[in-house]
């Protein structure tokens, strides 16, 4: 448990501090050992590969807040707390009220949980109708299919077969693609007859149908022609997690009141598949750094700008962690002379260290050659700050950012991202390059946002190019793994093919091409199978209502 500190004015807190505070000493950069203590500490196996919402991503919160604390910086969370807590998403459950009837031509009633269940993401209300049969609930015109021919759907209960009839050879049908075809033939609600009844979290999408499914069993009680009554009744409850924040106040009185956020994302995949994914690298790398670094500023007595250190939450899930402390910031936003973000920082490549945004706020570049003559890495500086991670919400909010990275691996998203692996002399050099950069922008004048245009996508490659296919992008942020019903999209990169067809955080990609995309891996499978230049059909819902829509793909950046 955090102790709770009293509250206190954010003005009065850093003029305080500024006023108070010490003679400040040297910044010392911590060691290889430190650094790799903390990434084993936060991938140890109580942290279950700290999945925001989730216990190991709370322990993972608790944790770090307890290091920040004993640092000595001061809680920038909620209620005095180092916590700033966010909703993840909601987790729906079963009302009272949730019942399916058969009326006609005999009355039964079937047994919630066991026969039936509706889904998640269903309408509430009441309906009850005619029950009319439509195989698969198919329909592919190219192949002249339609298990629609010749029914009348309009007003009725239809129910349909899960999965897709052989004839359409491997095509996949998806749950939502039945649920859409289903509204747009006027259907009255959907069943779904299938082996196993789905649980309520693994249906979120929303069609604005009521809709349900029944086991195999059940449906054998259905008559053709039969009436049936269904109710669905729904409630939700929040899942939350948590941002981890602590200030440590400037001592520049003309300076204290603005501020510098370093920041990191300490969340992973947690466990997926029974397979817990520790993450040592992403981010458990940026995570210890900061750490590491909020501990030696505070250490040194600060500086002249108030730095305010957070650890963000809910980043696999679509940056929302960062987009939650955008709009609720410890320091407003127009007092953040710049955001300093680090994500995956462990695996030191050629001796080089990557750093983006530089051309996002003016002197940012001339800051990272001083700091680069001094450094052992070479620095690799790249003016765009168009990255999918934290620091992009803040840029979009018109904040100047600079982005650490060690860059990409094999190991990227898997279980082999292991704590063993990681570089921690590499990591020791991106904290020394860290320091010094986070030492200029706390003193020298204060960078001029600039607002760049996003980068355009790269030449498609020429036809037959060796290469050529598996680095086509779509650009858009999305949940790595999560429920198979729909990708939902949670942020869109600008610029990209997403943005030109004109997709939106929230929406729900329900098919790319010829392929039925249910969850993040199919996505990646239909852009390995694409090549810069293709253009391909995207069906997605908006607020339950399906869109057609086409997006021309680019290259990978």
């Known amino acids: 448990m955090i102790r709770r500190a009293p509250a206190i004015p954010l003005v009065a807190l850093l003029l305080f501090g500024a006023v108070a505070a010490s003679a400040r000493g040297a910044v010392v950069p911590p060691t290889p050992a430190t650094l790799a203590e903390h990434v084993e500490a936060l991938t140890t196996p109580e942290m279950e590969g700290r999945r925001s919402g989730t216990p190991g991503g709370d322990r993972a919160a608790e944790r770090i807040a307890a290091w920040l604390q004993g640092a000595g910086l001061r809680p920038g969370g909620d209620r005095g707390t180092f916590l700033q807590s966010f909703v993840v998403d909601s987790a729906t459950r079963l009302g009272p009220a949730s019942g399916l009837e058969l009326v006609a031509p005999s009355a039964r009633r079937l047994e919630l949980g066991r026969e039936w269940t509706p889904h998640g993401g269903s309408l509430t209300g009441e309906v009850e109708g005619e029950l009319v049969f439509v195989g698969h609930g198919a329909t592919a015109p190219e192949a002249g299919w339609d298990d629609y021919a010749g029914v009348d759907a309009r007003g009725k209960i239809v129910v349909a077969l899960d999965g897709t009839p052989r004839e359409l050879g491997g095509e996949r049908l998806s749950r939502v693609e039945k649920l859409i075809e289903a509204r747009r033939r006027g259907a009255a609600a959907l069943l779904i007859v299938a082996d196993a ?229 590499g990591m020791a050099e991106v904290a020394r390059v860290a320091a010094r950069t986070i030492e200029r922008l706390a003193s020298d004048a204060r960078p001029a946002f600039v607002r760049l245009a996003p980068p355009p996508p790269r030449n498609p490659a020429p036809s037959g190019t060796a290469g050529a296919a598996g680095v086509a992008f779509l650009g858009i942020v999305a949940e790595a793994r999560g429920v198979a019903d729909g990708l939902r999209i949670s942020g869109v990169v600008p610029g990209t093919a997403a943005a030109a067809a004109g997709l939106r955080e929230g929406d729900v990609i329900v098919r790319l091409g010829a392929r039925a995309v249910e969850r993040f891996e199919d996505l990646i499978g239909v852009l390995r199978e694409r090549k810069p230049g293709d253009t391909v059909r995207l069906v997605y819902l908006r607020s339950g209502e399906p869109h057609t829509t086409s997006a021309t793909l680019g290259a990978r950046p």
Request: hydrophobic content about 45%; cysteine-free; proline content about 6%.
């Open 197 to 425: 009844l789905p649980p309520l979290g693994a249906t979120p999408a929303q069609v604005g149908i009521v809709s349900a499914t029944l086991t195999r069993e059940a449906a054998r009680a259905l008559t053709p022609g039969g009436r049936a009554r269904l109710r669905v009744d729904l409630a939700s409850d929040e899942r939350r997690a948590a941002n981890v924040v602590g200030i440590l106040p400037g001592t520049d009185p003309a300076l204290a009141g603005e501020a510098v956020v370093i920041g990191a994302h300490y969340d992973h995949l947690g466990r997926v598949d029974g397979v817990v994914y520790p993450g040592a690298d992403d981010n458990a790398s940026g995570s210890a750094l900061v750490v590491a670094l909020a501990r030696a500023f505070a250490a040194a007595g600060g500086a002249g700008r108030t730095l305010v250190f957070v650890l963000f939450g809910g980043e696999e899930l679509g940056l929302l962690g960062s987009r939650h402390y955008v709009r609720q910031p410890t320091v407003p936003l127009g007092r953040t002379v710049a955001m300093v973000n680090f994500d995956m920082v462990g695996r030191m490549q050629n001796n080089r260290l990557a750093v983006g945004g530089g051309d996002s706020g003016s002197g940012l570049r001339d800051i990272l050659a001083a700091v680069a003559q001094a450094a052992s890495a070479t620095l690799d500086v790249k003016g765009t700050p168009y990255h999918a991670s934290d620091h992009s919400r803040f840029y979009e909010a018109g904040v100047p950012v600079l982005f650490f990275t060690t860059g990409p691996h094999p190991d990227y998203h898997k279980p082999s991202d292991t704590a063993d692996l990681i570089d921690a002399d």
